[in-house]
């Protein structure tokens, strides 16, 4: 019998294996989206906010086997095929071959880049609150290449098409 986890459960696994700040707020700020969307679409909030949350469950230990050893650690602790399809899918065309079909894929392979750029925009805004972050200022901020250069646009680009 695979094990459903919970959210506690699912941020115990991610703090294992993940002990920077950054990629432990890119976890929840993915996780935010994937849960508004969730509801939005009527799904289930719990189930897409904790794929959100352990998307890049390998990257800071393995960043050279990222998605592959996800796969092996959400195996072994028997998650649901699923999970870890859904999980696997954010790296389509990066380092898997899984594309995002299901719609809470599409959105997770969507969102993981473009929290990036809305996260450094609110960074270097003075108040660093996204509330008063306006898309007109994420748009400027998108056509400079050097901001947020981490970034990959064309995923952004690609995602809108999926």
């Keep these: 019998m695979k094990n459903v986890p919970n ?3 699912a941020l115990r696994l991610f703090k294992e294996y993940n002990k920077t700040d950054s990629l432990y707020r890119h976890g929840l700020a993915v996780e935010s989206v ?3 969307f969730a509801v939005r ?3 289930d909030e719990e189930k897409w906010g ?3 949350l352990v998307h890049d469950l390998d990257y800071e230990m393995y960043p050279d086997e990222h998605c592959d050893k996800t ?3 959400l195996k072994e602790a028997n998650w649901p095929a699923e ?3 859904a999980v696997m899918s954010h790296g389509w065309e990066i380092c898997t071959t899984v594309e995002p079909v299901e719609t809470m894929e599409k959105v997770l392979y969507a969102c993981d880049e473009l929290t990036g750029l809305v996260t450094t925009a609110v960074l270097v805004r003075p108040d660093k609150s996204i509330h008063n972050l306006s898309v007109k200022s994420v748009k400027k901020r998108w ?3 050097r901001f947020a250069a ?3 646009r064309g995923i952004i680009t690609k995602s809108r098409n999926a």
């Design 71 to 73: 796969e092996a650690i």
């Design 34 to 36: 994937m849960r508004h």
């Design 41 to 43: 679409f009527e799904e």
């Design 143 to 145: 056509k400079d290449k």
């Design 83 to 85: 999970y870890i399809r």
């Design 7 to 9: 959210r506690d459960e």
């Design 50 to 52: 904790i794929i959100g």
């Design 150 to 152: 981490k970034v990959d």
